[in-house]
């Protein structure tokens, strides 16, 4: 059964960096795309970032050139490295993959990010 475990998750203060890690538990194979969302209180979760089975990748408005995605050369881990950190950055963040195979798409349990002003 292939799984999403995400780290990297903290409080850090406004102007300052975290990074997210998204591993794959299982086989890769029949991956295609992997992203990051984030979902604030009373808020719809949002993508943030995804990264293609090759280098390309793609930013939400609101991260561009703050966030940077990219993933290690076995493709077994995605990053999402955020400087620039801003209270309004302050969410739960989930990693996602899409597959090929049913099930179609995985989510990870989940990490949160807080940007304190």
């Known amino acids: 059964q292939v799984q999403l475990v995400e780290s990297g998750g903290g409080l850090v203060q406004a102007g300052g960096s975290l990074r997210l890690s998204c591993t794959v538990s299982?086989?890769?194979?029949?991956?295609?795309?992997m992203g990051w969302y984030r979902q604030a209180p009373g808020k719809q979760r949002e993508l943030v970032a995804n990264i293609g089975s090759g280098t390309s990748t793609h930013y939400a408005d609101f991260v561009k050139g703050r966030f940077t995605i990219f993933r290690d050369n076995a493709k077994t881990t995605v990053y999402l490295q955020m400087n620039s950190l801003k209270p309004e950055d302050t969410a739960v963040y989930y990693c996602?993959?899409?597959?090929?195979?049913?099930?179609?798409?995985?989510w990870g349990q989940g990490t949160q990010v807080t940007v304190s002003s």
């Open positions: 996602n993959a899409a597959r090929r195979v049913s099930p179609y798409e995985l």
């Open positions: 299982g086989s890769i194979f029949s991956i295609t795309v």
